[in-house]
Structures are given as structure tokens and as C-alpha cells.
């Protein structure tokens, strides 16, 4: 099972058509069938149903796709690995959600190389349940998630916590005198999918099920920015909302009837 036919069996799952997979990958068309067709052989299964007017993955294609993505993964970073032996005494390999690095690790890390520079820094943002399993697949030396972990053979521990708080932009004077839960169901709520336990069951209750949100997003970093723009209002972390207070371009919506639960984040090390 080679590389090269792992790739072109992602790169197939992805394009779902043999001409954009080749045109992606810069190879004949023919060269991609044959690859395809050897890989089916090998395992022996067939892993994309075909018709004329479109490819999908089969059954079992939707199985092995996981198994091919982790194996060019783990290939990736032995390979680094190896490498950065030669001019490295060690590589720390972080994992982390967007929100704990921009809030959290950014100044640690930057400290740590500047104090180390003999040591190499590897980076790697994701969502929470990506993070885990990436750390279990011994890709990274440390995750830090939103979620915890505790499985034998690993040591998870609480991070910082953090408190939920409402926000909008500075210049909206909407509910200067707080917010009823009621209230927060007729406002022009922007929606932040929170991949955290507690705090995403929280948000997801406060609306009815299957409600319809005008704005959604997935990272809340992101979220800032249409939130000093835009008069809506938003759950985000305090520690990701407070310089934007400070410098007055958000303004926290006390909550009136209702409280809001705390963030806790984690780190997981392998004991």
C-alpha cells in the first residue's frame, strides 16, 4: 500500500470525479483509475460506487478513509521527526484549539523559544476531538482541549477556566440594562458552534430545537470581528473578550434570569 495511491484515494474521496482528481494532482486520468484499481485489489473491497454522472465513496471507502488519512499523517511526522533530529535536540509537538492558543499559549510558546532555541516547535490547531485523537495516534507530545481525556496511560488536567460572558459591539446600546432570557430569543443572536460540553448544550438549549440562526461560525477568534461590526450580540470566552473591552470596542450584556456556566480547558500528557 503506497503513498502515492493513498493520496490519490483522498484526493478522490474529496473531488468525487476521476478528471479533478488528476487535474489536482497534476497526473493522467488514467494513472488515477489505475491507482484506484490496484488499491481495491489490495484491500478487497471496492471503495467508490461509480455511475455515470457521479463517484461516492462506498461503504467500506467511508471506513478506510479514516485509516488512510492517519496513515499519510503519521508518515508526515515521522519523517519530520527524523529530520529534525539532525539540527534539533528535541521537538515538543502542541497540540491546541484555536481559542486556548490565542488566549493561553501564544506568549508561553514564545517565551519558551526564545529561551530554548536549541528545541524545535511544532504547532498544530484543531478542534478538540481531533486534538485527542491525535495525541493517542502519538502525534503530538501535548493537547490542550476543551474537552477532557482520561484514559489509562494518560494524565489530563485542568488548564485554566474560564468564564462565558455576553457581548456586542461597543457602539450597540441594545439592552444596556442586561438581557432577560426571553429577550436573548428575539435578539439578532450570532452563533458560535462551541465544540464544548456543558457550555455548547447550554447555548444549544437557550433556542428552540432545529432554530435557525442568521450568522454562524465555528471559531470563536473569528467570531470578534462581526461582532464589533455588526449589532449583534454573542456568548465568547471572557479571557478571548476582555482586551476588546478594555479598549472599548466590546461591551458585556449582564445576564439578568439566567446564569451562564464556566470553561474549563485541559491539558492531556501522555503519563
Same mark, same amino acid.
Given at each position: ?110 517565551? /519558551?523559544?526564545?529561551?530554548? @532555541? ?27 482541549? /476543551? ?43 450570532? /452563533? ?16 428552540? @430545537? ?14 470578534? @470581528? /462581526? ?45
Amino acid at each position: 500500500m503506497d503513498t502515492q495511491s493513498l493520496q490519490t484515494f483522498i484526493a478522490l474521496a474529496e473531488y468525487r470525479n476521476f478528471t479533478k482528481t488528476a487535474d489536482a494532482l497534476f497526473i493522467a486520468q488514467s494513472t488515477v483509475t489505475n491507482r484506484i484499481a490496484e488499491l481495491e485489489r489490495e484491500i478487497g473491497k471496492q471503495l467508490f460506487d461509480r455511475n455515470k454522472r457521479k463517484v461516492t465513496l462506498s461503504k467500506e471507502g467511508e471506513a478506510f478513509l479514516f485509516y488512510a488519512k492517519r496513515i499519510l499523517e503519521l508518515q508526515t511526522a515521522g519523517i519530520q521527526e527524523v529530520n529534525s533530529l539532525k539540527k534539533y535536540q528535541d521537538t515538543y509537538r502542541i497540540g491546541t484549539t484555536n481559542t486556548i492558543y490565542e488566549c493561553y499559549l501564544f506568549p508561553m510558546i514564545r517565551e /519558551y523559544m526564545e529561551t530554548h @532555541p536549541e528545541h524545535a516547535v511544532k504547532i498544530t490547531i484543531g478542534h478538540s476531538n481531533d486534538l485527542l485523537q491525535a495525541i493517542q495516534d502519538n502525534l503530538l507530545d501535548v493537547a490542550y482541549s /476543551y474537552l477532557p481525556f482520561y484514559h489509562a496511560g494518560f494524565r489530563c488536567d485542568v488548564f485554566a477556566t474560564d468564564e462565558l460572558v455576553l457581548v456586542t459591539g461597543y457602539g450597540n446600546t441594545t439592552y444596556q440594562d442586561g438581557i432577560t432570557k426571553e429577550e436573548l430569543l428575539h435578539s439578532n443572536y450570532l /452563533y458560535c458552534n462551541f465544540a464544548l460540553q456543558e457550555v455548547g448544550v447550554f447555548i444549544r438549549e437557550l433556542f428552540p @430545537p432545529h432554530y435557525q440562526f442568521g450568522f454562524e461560525i465555528d471559531n470563536s477568534t473569528k467570531l470578534i @470581528p /462581526y461582532l464589533i461590526t455588526f449589532e449583534g450580540i454573542s456568548f465568547v470566552p471572557e479571557s478571548l473578550a476582555a482586551p476588546y473591552i478594555e479598549q472599548e470596542k466590546l461591551r458585556r450584556i449582564e445576564l439578568l434570569n439566567f446564569e451562564a456556566p464556566r470553561i474549563n480547558s485541559y491539558k492531556i500528557v501522555r503519563k
